[in-house]
């Protein structure tokens, strides 16, 4: 079981930072891949990005890529989003995922395959 909560979530002007956490309970923690997805009012859950349990690997949306930057401390349980130069259509609430199978499958961008979720933070982003 892994418990998962994020944080760093508010509101932020349009080309400013932000930075998310999420925290793991949990001593497999480094054993999976942690992904962040977002999630707008109407929307479907929107894949993110994701790096691998060593943290060598990253993936990340088109929408975000360069933008964006995933990290992770598995000394410290955590994963971070790194997130610059954000736009309005950012906007949403942004959730973590631990996924103990998705590098194997390739299905890191999926959010049905992903195993644990936490209770999401919310980014708002002002024009």
């Known amino acids: 079981q892994v418990h998962l909560v994020e944080s760093g979530g508010g509101l932020v002007q349009a080309g400013g930072s932000l930075r998310l956490s999420c925290a793991a309970s949990?001593?497999?923690?480094?054993?999976?891949?942690m992904g962040w997805f977002r999630q707008a009012p109407g929307k479907e859950r929107e894949f993110v990005g994701a790096?691998?349990?060593?943290?060598?690997?990253?993936y990340y949306s088109e929408s975000v890529k360069g933008r964006f930057t995933i990290s992770r401390d598995n000394a410290k349980n955590t994963v971070y989003l790194q997130m610059s130069s954000l736009k309005p259509e950012d906007a949403a609430v942004y959730y973590c995922?631990?996924?103990?199978?998705?590098?194997?499958?390739?299905?890191?961008?999926?959010?049905?395959?992903?195993?644990?979720w936490g209770q999401g933070t919310q980014v708002t982003v002002s024009s």
């Open positions: 995922g631990a996924g103990r199978r998705v590098l194997a499958t390739l299905t890191w961008a999926e959010y049905e395959e992903y195993d644990y």
């Open positions: 949990g001593r497999t923690f480094s054993s999976y891949t």
């Open positions: 790096i691998s349990g060593s943290g060598v690997s990253t």
